[in-house]
Every structure is written in structure tokens, then in C-alpha cells.
């Protein structure tokens, strides 16, 4: 059991809580659990920072003092009554700053016992949550009113659940409308909570001029709601109205559906934190209206996707048999773009979908594109091109334009991301069934991934590559569980010495059904079905071992270096996982080191800093493989601490050529300024590791100087040097 009373008398407790609690970044407050009124007794610099208050003014006072017109008074009262039980609790409620400004806050309650058992004094925790209970809110309203959606339907009624559940829920005491732009592109007032609607149709007239009023990219804010109407003015006067903030609503065309508008009681001005509010808001009104709109257009929408305005697969599959129909001869292309999962992970499928969006609005602004297509989307992930075919060599002329799409980035949640391609091609004609010339694109497409090529043709073969897949799917398990995974070695060489300075551990899998798999085949699929973890710690497990025999044999050893997959890295066990197996094997820091290949992934940079900066304070180096062919390169030199930067093969291979020459020399350079390691990867010649040493890259690894071994054979070279 664990002691909970403090080795301190009922008065030394006090100034010893007052002190730590100043060490605290987070707002804290003591108070006295004796008094029925719960004073407080004292609290620290963050929580006159968080209410506003200086601490003379809230000393002898209460949390009576930070309640308002939204705090609850029976959550307020529930609050005292949890301070009279003193027992520890938490509870989330509005409070109030001294400059009237009301937040959410998480009030953490610890009773103190001192040394003689008594509790006279509690530590309360206080914390600004405001933001994600403003984003719950919004997820309640969201799914309140796609309730409504499916139940009603009728654009004026769900607008006006609106308005009345964002007055009910807001934070702020405000007054909420909504105006649309009707079929005469005239603005009209058809929602009001609880003031109204007469009133707000009367505020339409509004002009917006002068000092009172004005605009900027996020609202329109009118500062004087007076108004010549005297009716009207003494209804502004009765509901206190100062001023209107409105949010205009757009479609994701940019055109004008609405507004949104915030009637300000007394002189509360809104913060950024209610223009982000509004923000956030609009795009359910908009969804609201535009889905209003669709239900009135079922037949439309038949045809098209909702997310993208683009056709969709079945105005695409009926345009094909007209093409049948009429003799028509052609290819079929399905296109998914291959970083389309991982950005849907990272910033949510709005982003992708608007990465088909943009995929498709450059194939169809394609200059010379001469050739009569169909276009439409397939799946969430991919869409489908149907084009009339001359001969094979037009096609593949076509396709190349289609590849040339992605030579620029795409610009995705304010990031610039180079997309590439995988194609699945396959052709129809009147003596295939259309479901089966789909069902081959589609299956190419599996192929191009599984060969991982940007395009790849149906072929009979194609369909035996996929149960491929299968197969090494359902032995994966066994595989691991039957330890069947080996480490082979690959040596990474002191370009100046010729010394061998570390290895790099690859794994290998010899699978008594079905032989030798590639890396290439079964990482992939390790990633898509969850087991890449365990792959990823058995050979860490391994490399270990070795490790730690030789040194209880006092052998020499050097650094080895383990591949981390991007999706074992972020999983919220690596750290622990890590960390637990090398002090199990009790390897000192500097003789492991994870390496990282580029990726999209890697664009999380908050949480890949964070991992990285933890292993690296605990003396662990990391390494980013395969540099160059990912994503943003340039931007991880900066933002995250790897130690050393592996140069990918492809660079090296084409280092004869003057521009390649550049960019290796560049990274080189740009690498040592940053103080990281360089080692270039896939060194097969002679000529290539002298220019390397020329332009100073201090290590490589490559066939020239050694293949990846067997444990074995690693020992064996270690002790001959």
C-alpha cells in the first residue's frame, strides 16, 4: 500500500503545497476543505494566468467567483458537493476569466492528507479544454443532424436545429441565424434560434459602411446594429444586441451558399478562438444544405460521386456498354494513387478525396489529350478511365500523359506532396463481358502494386501474383511463430579506411512452404495485415542476440543498424518495445540504431520528433534510409534529428550523370554543414566509390565491397579484422 499522508503537520502543509504548486505550468488552486465555502488559500502564477485574475483578488474567495451566465448551476452545485466529500474526482466546467471570456475547464480534485490523517487542504488542477469540447460539441451537432437529414429533410428544419443546438451548446451566451442565397441570388433569413426571425429578416437591410462595419477572409462584422426601424431598434435594444459577426458558407466550389451569423449580446467581442469556431461550423451547414439539395436531385446524383462532383462507377459503367454497343474497341485504366491511404491516416478522407479531385481535374486539363474517354470514380481509393483505343503504341502514349500529372506536387491540407501512380490496364471489346475487362483492370492494379510498378498490364499470369499474396499471407503467421525469419548483414564501409564500420540487418524469410519470399513481397503485406511488428522485433531480437554473445565473449564488435517499418515506428508500442529488448540484451546504445525509410508517413513530424528525440536522449542514433526518393527530403534534415542520412540506391546508380553528380554532392555537403552521417547506398563499382570519395561522402555499403551475409559469415569477417 502506498502512504497517502503527508510526513507534514497541518501547518507546515500549506507552504510546502504553495511551492510545488508554483512549479506546476498548469493552473493550480489550494483550497480550504474545512470551510463550508471552500475558500482558496492560494494559487499559482498558471492560474491567475488561466481566469485573468491577480491571486489578491481570488485569495478568501471561491470557484463561485469564476461562474457565469453558461456555467450549470446544478454542475456548479454537484462541484461544491464533490469538494465536501473530499474524495478525488474530476469534472469538466464553464468557467469564467475576469474579462468575462468563458472557457471550459477540467478541474482535477485531490484532497491532501497531512501527517495526522486530517485533509484540510485540496490541490485542484485547472485546464483550458476549451477546443475539444467545442470539437465534441460539433460531432454531436454533426450527428444530430444527420439524423435529421435521414428523417426529415426539409432545408428550413434542420437549419434551424442548428441555429437552436449551437445556442444551446456554445460556450458564449449568443443569438444565432442563418441567411441562404435563394434561386434569385437574393440573401434571405431562414433560421433563427431564439430571437426573432422577423428581427433578423429586418437586420438583412443593414448597410455595411464606415467604422461600423467591415470584413476579412474568415467573417463579416457589423459593429452598430442600429437600425432606422423602431420596431426593430427596441427588439435590439430588448435582446442587448451589439454587434453581428457572419461567416459565409460555401461549397467546395467556392460558391456562395449562405451565411452563418453570431448576434453579440452587451460588449462581448468574439476571439480567434470563436472565428475558428465558425470555421469549423460552416462546412456542417454547407454539408446540410448541399445534402438537402441532393436528395432533391437523386436522379443527378445516380450519376455522380458526392465527394468529388466527379461521375461515378455506374455513369461510368453505362457509358461503356453504349461504347460496346456501338462496336467500340478500347482500354480500360484504373488509377489509384499510391499515398492515398497514408494521407486519408494523417489528415482524413476530406483530403482524400480531394487528392482524386485534383488528380482528375489535371488529367482532364491535359493539353493535347486527343483521345475519346470515360472517366468515373471506382472506389474510395482509385478511378477509372475507359478511352478508345487506335493501337497499342496511342495507349501508351496516353498513359504516359497520365503519368506526367504528377511531375508537380499536390497540395494537400497546406502541404506539397508528390503523388506517384499505380495503373492497372486492361482492354474491352464486344466479346468480353464488361465486368470481366473491369475485373482484369483491376487485378493489373493489384499486380503494379504487388511488383510495385507504376503500371502493369492484365496478363494470365496476373491472377496466380495475387494468390501469391494470399499464400504468403496466411504463412506469415507461421513464419513468425515458427521463428522462420533470418538476419542477414550487409557491412557499411569508411570510404577513407576501407574499414568496415558498422552493418546494416536485413531480414530474410525461407518459408518451408513456400520457399524463398523477397522482402519486397512480404514486407508489404506484413504492413497491410498488422504483422509487421512482430516481424520488426524478431529480427531486432535477433540482432541482439548477436550481438550480446559476442560481447560476453569480449569479440569485437561494431554498430548494426535495423529497419523499422514507418508503420511499426508510429505505433504506440515501438518505444517500449525497443527499449525493453535492448535492455534485455543489455547492448550498450551506441552499438544499435534504427533506421527509418522515407516516406509520407514521415510528414507526422510532431510525433516522429518526438520518438526520435526520446531514443536519442537515451543514446540510441537514428538513420533515415532510402533519402531522396520520399517526400519533402530537405525538411526532415531540419525538423527531425537523425544522425545519419543513407542515400538512396537510384542516386548512386545514376551518379556518372553530371546532374545526379550535383544532387549527391549537394546532400553530401548540405548533410555534413547539419553534422550528420552520409552513406551512400548500392555501391557496385570502382568508379562510383571514387567519385563518393571525391565529393568527401565518409561511408558506403554495396556489392562492390560486400553482399548481405548470414550471421555466420558476419562473425567470421568481424574476426578477421
Not at 322 to 335: Q, R
Not at 360 to 374: G, K, N, P, Q, Y
Not at 698 to 706: D, E, I, L, R, V
Request: negative net charge; aromatic residues 10%.
Amino acid at each position: 500500500m502506498y502512504n497517502t499522508k503527508m510526513p507534514l503537520s497541518k501547518d507546515e502543509l500549506l507552504p510546502f503545497l504553495c511551492n510545488i504548486s508554483e512549479q506546476f505550468h498548469i493552473g493550480i488552486a489550494i483550497i480550504n476543505i474545512e470551510k463550508n465555502d471552500f475558500p482558496f488559500v492560494y494559487v499559482n502564477q498558471a492560474f491567475t494566468t488561466l481566469t485573468g485574475y491577480l491571486q489578491n483578488e481570488l485569495i478568501g474567495k471561491n470557484f463561485e467567483s469564476l461562474t457565469g451566465v453558461k456555467t450549470c448551476l446544478e454542475q456548479n452545485e454537484e462541484l461544491f458537493f464533490n469538494f465536501s466529500k473530499k474524495s478525488s474526482f474530476e469534472k469538466n466546467i464553464i468557467h469564467y476569466q475576469k474579462d468575462g471570456t468563458a472557457f471550459w475547464n477540467h478541474v482535477t480534485f485531490q484532497p491532501i492528507i497531512d501527517r495526522d490523517g486530517i485533509a484540510t487542504y485540496a490541490i485542484i488542477h485547472c485546464k483550458d479544454i476549451t477546443d475539444q469540447m467545442l470539437n465534441k460539441m460539433l460531432s454531436k451537432l454533426e450527428h444530430e443532424v444527420y439524423i435529421e437529414l435521414e428523417e426529415n429533410g426539409e432545408l428550413k428544419n434542420i437549419l434551424q436545429l442548428i441555429t437552436e443546438k449551437v445556442e444551446k451548446y456554445y460556450i458564449r451566451d449568443i443569438f444565432c441565424a442563418i441567411h441562404v442565397v435563394n434561386q434569385e441570388r437574393n440573401l434571405v433569413a431562414i433560421a433563427s434560434g431564439s430571437l426573432p426571425l422577423s428581427l433578423i429578416k429586418a437586420m438583412n437591410h443593414l448597410e455595411i459602411g464606415g467604422s461600423t462595419a467591415g470584413y476579412n477572409e474568415s467573417v463579416v462584422y457589423i459593429n452598430d446594429l442600429s437600425i432606422k426601424n423602431n420596431k426593430s431598434n427596441k427588439l435590439i435594444k430588448k435582446y442587448k444586441l451589439s454587434s453581428c459577426w457572419s461567416k459565409p458558407i460555401f461549397t467546395n466550389e467556392k460558391r456562395l451558399l449562405g451565411y452563418f451569423s453570431i448576434y453579440i449580446k452587451g460588449e462581448m467581442q468574439l476571439r480567434q478562438a470563436d472565428i475558428d469556431f465558425l470555421k469549423k461550423l460552416s462546412p456542417i451547414v454547407a454539408l446540410s444544405m448541399k445534402y438537402v439539395k441532393q436528395k432533391q436531385e437523386l436522379k443527378r446524383l445516380a450519376f455522380y460521386d458526392i465527394s468529388t462532383g466527379m461521375p461515378n462507377y455506374n455513369n461510368f459503367y453505362t457509358s461503356l456498354v453504349m461504347w460496346v454497343d456501338e462496336k467500340v474497341n478500347g482500354a480500360i485504366l484504373l488509377l489509384q494513387p499510391n499515398e492515398y491511404s497514408s494521407i486519408v491516416d494523417l489528415y482524413g478522407r476530406k483530403f482524400g478525396d480531394e487528392l482524386i479531385g485534383q488528380l482528375v481535374h489535371r488529367f482532364l486539363a491535359i493539353e493535347d489529350l486527343h483521345e475519346e474517354i470515360i472517366y468515373g470514380r471506382f472506389s474510395t481509393s482509385s478511378f477509372i478511365i475507359g478511352v478508345k483505343q487506335a493501337d497499342e503504341e496511342s495507349l501508351k502514349q496516353f498513359i504516359n500523359q497520365i503519368i506526367q500529372i504528377t511531375s508537380v506536387p499536390f497540395t494537400i491540407a497546406d502541404r506539397e506532396i508528390f503523388i506517384t501512380l499505380k495503373i492497372g490496364v486492361s482492354h474491352f471489346n464486344e466479346c468480353l463481358s464488361l465486368d470481366e475487362s473491369i475485373r482484369r483492370a483491376d487485378t493489373a492494379l493489384t499486380k503494379s502494386r504487388l511488383q510495385n510498378s507504376v503500371v502493369a498490364y492484365f496478363e494470365a499470369g496476373t491472377d496466380e501474383l495475387i494468390q501469391r499474396e494470399l499464400n504468403i499471407l496466411n504463412q506469415l503467421q507461421f513464419g513468425i511463430k515458427n521463428e522462420e525469419f533470418t538476419v542477414h548483414l550487409q557491412p557499411k564501409i569508411n570510404l577513407a579506411t576501407d574499414e568496415i564500420e558498422g552493418f546494416e540487418a536485413l531480414a530474410r524469410w525461407h518459408s518451408p512452404v513456400l520457399g524463398h519470399v523477397s522482402p519486397a513481397e512480404f514486407i508489404p503485406i506484413a504492413e497491410k495485415s498488422g504483422k509487421i511488428n512482430e516481424v520488426d522485433n524478431l529480427i531486432l531480437r535477433k540482432v541482439l542476440k548477436f550481438q550480446n554473445i559476442r560481447i560476453s565473449k569480449g569479440l569485437k564488435i561494431v554498430p548494426i543498424a535495423v529497419n523499422i517499418s514507418p508503420v511499426h515506428f508510429y505505433s504506440e508500442t515501438f518505444v517500449n518495445d525497443f527499449l525493453s529488448l535492448v535492455q534485455k540484451y543489455h547492448i550498450p546504445p551506441n552499438y544499435i540504431k534504427i533506421e527509418v525509410t522515407e516516406s509520407v508517413e514521415l510528414f507526422d513530424f510532431v510525433k516522429a520528433k518526438e520518438i526520435l528525440l526520446q531514443l536519442k536522449k537515451l543514446g540510441y542514433e537514428s538513420s533515415i534510409d532510402d533519402f531522396g526518393v520520399g517526400f519533402s527530403s530537405l525538411s526532415y534534415l531540419q525538423q527531425l534529428p537523425f544522425s545519419e542520412i543513407k542515400i538512396d540506391r537510384s542516386f548512386i546508380n545514376d551518379i556518372n550523370n553530371s546532374d545526379m553528380h550535383a544532387v549527391v554532392q549537394t546532400i553530401v555537403q548540405l548533410a555534413e554543414k547539419l553534422r550528420m552521417h552520409v552513406v551512400a547506398e548500392g555501391i557496385e563499382t570502382s568508379e562510383q566509390y571514387s567519385i563518393l570519395q571525391k565529393i568527401g561522402c565518409k561511408s558506403g555499403q554495396g556489392f562492390y565491397f560486400h553482399k548481405p551475409m548470414p550471421l555466420v559469415e558476419a562473425e567470421n569477417l568481424l574476426n578477421t579484422i
